[in-house]
């Protein structure tokens, strides 16, 4: 989602790319968390999907990072 705002906001692919290539969940988490509802839409509107082979892994990330509750 943060690589799809750049696009949006700048149309540039270096700046997105560097986005993917982030790894610290820190610094992943707080940018998500600075997104605005009217950002958020935008790239909803924009981000039909993704691909994974696990369920859990992504969902243990977002937990880890804050961004998804646990049950």
Do not use: K, N, Y
């Amino acid at each position: 989602m943060l690589a799809v705002s750049e696009l949006c906001r700048s149309g540039g692919t270096e700046p997105a790319r560097a986005i993917l290539a982030e790894r610290d969940p820190d610094l992943v988490a707080a940018a998500m968390l600075r997104m605005t509802g009217t950002q958020m839409a935008a790239v909803r509107s924009l981000f039909q999907s993704f691909g994974t082979c696990s369920i859990a892994e992504p969902l243990s990330d977002l937990r880890a990072m804050g961004l998804v509750e646990a049950p």
